[in-house]
């Protein structure tokens, strides 16, 4: 099934390109300059998709971006540390964003002949961002086919919607992610932070998968202080 990856540069959107990469669905990956905190993850799905020998749609929307004001990923908000779980981390919501840029993958794939879009929204996603949910992505999935109804026949594949971050892991070690090439910090330092939402994340999932984590942390040990505090 010929398929389009919507690519952060992440952990869990390189992770599910070399997934589908390695059962020869990949045809393209698609990133979005919105004008976030920092753009390194841009630069990590450019490589991906060399990598991966695929073309890569880098779309620009900043001006919407600009519109989505009081994220802390947009504006001149502090990125809070600690777990997913943990109410602070309702700042770093951009409203509406995978739902804008779902559509505009959409459209993507529909002109180019694509029959899925994937994006690898996960479990530990839910608690934070609503349009990461099964409902969304279900309802999205139907309203695309209404849209696209007698012009193409588009399917959005959201393989890691009732999984774990854990599962991410294991399955993109199993078909060779390179994952030290992978961004996922909010920071945007010279290295991971080590202590926003996201590197939290991303350290207690190497951990709970049994699987290495090549990645250098300005803080290495604090996951195991934020995941405590969470449960």
């Not at 695929?54 to 620009?60: E, T």
């Not at 600009?66 to 779980?85: E, M």
């Not at 608690?127 to 588009?154: H, K, S, W």
Request: charged content about 20%.
């Amino acid at each position: 099934m010929k398929t389009l990856v919507i690519c952060s540069g992440g952990l869990d959107s390189v992770s599910l390109a070399h997934i589908l990469a390695a059962r020869s669905h990949l045809t393209r990956l698609v990133c979005f300059d919105y004008g976030q905190r920092h753009r390194k993850e841009l630069e990590f799905a450019a490589a991906a998709a060399d990598r991966l020998n695929v073309p890569l749609h880098r779309i620009d929307m900043r001006g919407i971006g600009a519109a989505l004001t009081g994220s802390a990923l947009t504006d001149a908000v502090d990125v809070p540390d600690g777990h997913y779980a943990e109410e602070t981390m309702r700042v770093t919501v951009v409203p509406n964003r995978n739902a804008i840029m779902l559509s505009i993958g959409f459209g993507i794939a529909a002109a180019n002949g694509d029959a899925a879009v994937a994006t690898a929204v996960h479990g530990g996603d839910h608690f934070i961002y609503p349009d990461c949910r099964p409902g969304f992505t279900q309802a999205f999935d139907a309203m695309q086919q209404a849209a696209l109804e007698g012009y193409a026949n588009v399917r959005l594949h959201t393989p890691f919607v009732h999984r774990t971050k854990a599962d991410i892991v294991t399955e993109g070690a199993a078909h060779g992610t390179p994952f030290a090439l992978t961004w996922s910090c909010y920071k945007g330092g010279a290295v991971h932070c080590g202590r926003c939402g996201t590197c939290v994340e991303r350290r207690e999932a190497f951990d709970l998968a049994g699987v290495p984590d090549p990645t250098d942390y300005a803080d290495p040990g604090f996951w195991r202080t934020a995941v405590a505090e969470a449960r």
